[in-house]
């Protein structure tokens, strides 16, 4: 099994600090970190500096929300939810909300933006299809509504509670030229080069999204009309990055690193929802208890960043390496 990009980006930073490495298990993504005598553990940027009770709440939607605004941090007003009875009730309430699987990743089975009983009926299903049979039994059989709330999904990392790495996420999207149609349009794309970018993939995920704007693989969008082909801002689907770490509101960094704090995360990727993130205000949506670090070491607009190295000072610094 070949190492994976998540974990390779730490590998080749933990060599230029004379740490060494040995792979555990066939999957790529958990290996022992060595250096003089010093032992630790790591899945990809999952480290023994996160225990289980943190993890357990930052691997579900409601319970980081719920953990959340029990300290007083901004986050949407949510639900759960156990069928499309309640999540109608949900609707007929905020008129425009999110529906999502509690543990799902990288998008996996979210609609955003539901306003109508068709598209509610379609985003329960969808989500429900995508939830984890492994997720903890006492919400095995329930997904997340949420309020939706206006603005761009960013990502906000934290380190030892005092880094800060940020991103702006942008969803895939294809650009029209009046001739292609959206299929031969994401082809293209597929075929630009430029390093670290996903490949977009036509899947039902996919196919959702445009269902929702009246369109199909078959349309052939106007001369520079742009179209998004997913709702989520996720690189894994083909989405694109660009670092704003100097021009985030210090407000939202001091605001990230309180609730890194109260989650009990030294290692916490923070998706934030906001119009403006040279302004204050905005949501947390959600946790990675386990945050990709090449989407600031590679970004594709804007300097890169190097967490990689910072959490790896980190854990030497408490004794862990």
Same mark, same amino acid.
């Given at each position: 099994?070949?190492?994976?990009?998540?974990?390779?980006?730490?590998?080749?930073?933990?060599? =230029?600090l004379n740490i060494t490495h040995k792979k555990i298990g066939t999957s790529g993504s958990a290996f022992m970190l060595s250096r003089k005598d010093k032992h630790t553990f790591i899945y990809q940027s999952l480290t023994e500096m996160i225990g289980d009770? /943190?993890?357990? &709440? /930052?691997?579900?939607?409601?319970?980081?929300? *719920?953990?959340?605004?029990?300290?007083?941090?901004?986050?949407?007003?949510?639900?759960?939810?156990?069928?499309?009875?309640?999540? $109608?009730?949900?609707?007929?309430?905020? =008129?425009?909300?999110?529906? %999502?699987?509690?543990?799902?990743?990288?998008?996996? #089975?979210?609609?955003? #933006?539901? =306003?109508?009983?068709?598209?509610?009926?379609?985003?329960?299903?969808?989500?429900?299809?995508?939830?984890?049979?492994?997720?903890?039994?006492?919400?095995?059989?329930?997904?997340?509504?949420?309020?939706?709330?206006? +603005?761009?999904?960013?990502?906000? $990392?934290?380190?030892?509670?005092?880094?800060? @790495?940020?991103?702006?996420?942008?969803?895939?999207?294809?650009? +029209?030229?009046?001739?292609?149609?959206?299929?031969?349009?994401?082809?293209?794309?597929?075929?630009? %080069?430029?390093?670290?970018? %996903?490949?977009? &993939?036509?899947?039902?995920?996919?196919?959702?999204?445009?269902?929702?704007?009246?369109?199909?693989?078959?349309?052939?969008?106007?001369?520079?009309?742009?179209?998004?082909?997913?709702?989520?801002?996720? $690189?894994?689907?083909?989405?694109?990055?660009?670092?704003?770490?100097?021009?985030?509101?210090?407000?939202?960094?001091?605001?990230?690193?309180?609730?890194?704090?109260?989650?009990?995360?030294?290692?916490?990727? @923070?998706? @934030?929802?906001?119009?403006?993130?040279?302004?204050? =205000?905005?949501? *947390?949506?959600?946790?990675?208890?386990?945050? +990709?670090?090449?989407?600031?070491?590679?970004?594709? @607009?804007?300097?890169?960043?190097?967490? /990689?190295?910072?959490?790896?000072?980190?854990?030497?610094? %408490?004794?862990?390496?």
């Open positions: 099994m070949k190492t994976s990009p998540y974990a390779k980006v730490i590998l080749k930073e933990a060599e =230029k009770p /943190a993890y357990v &709440i /930052a691997s579900n939607k409601y319970l980081t929300s *719920f953990t959340l605004k029990k300290h007083g941090f901004p986050v949407p007003t949510f639900k759960l939810i156990r069928d499309y009875k309640e999540a $109608l009730a949900f609707l007929k309430k905020h =008129k425009k909300i999110v529906i %999502k699987p509690l543990s799902a990743n990288r998008g996996k #089975g979210i609609t955003i #933006g539901v =306003k109508t009983r068709e598209e509610l009926r379609e985003a329960v299903n969808f989500a429900f299809a995508n939830t984890k049979k492994k997720i903890q039994s006492t919400y095995s059989k329930c997904i997340i509504a949420e309020k939706a709330v206006p +603005g761009d999904d960013h990502r906000v $990392l934290v380190i030892d509670y005092k880094h800060v @790495f940020a991103i702006k996420k942008i969803p895939a999207y294809v650009v +029209g030229d009046g001739k292609k149609n959206i299929r031969q349009l994401i082809w293209h794309k597929n075929r630009q %080069k430029k390093e670290h970018k %996903k490949r977009i &993939i036509i899947d039902e995920g996919l196919e959702h999204v445009l269902t929702r704007q009246d369109l199909t693989l078959q349309s052939v969008p106007d001369e520079d009309q742009r179209v998004y082909v997913r709702r989520t801002a996720n $690189l894994a689907t083909g989405g694109e990055s660009r670092d704003i770490t100097d021009k985030l509101n210090p407000k939202i960094k001091e605001m990230a690193i309180a609730a890194a704090r109260a989650l009990k995360m030294p290692v916490a990727g @923070f998706d @934030f929802m906001c119009r403006d993130y040279t302004d204050d =205000k905005g949501y *947390f949506i959600e946790v990675n208890p386990i945050p +990709g670090f090449m989407i600031h070491r590679y970004p594709h @607009f804007g300097r890169p960043r190097n967490p /990689a190295k910072v959490m790896l000072q980190t854990l030497i610094k %408490k004794g862990l390496l």
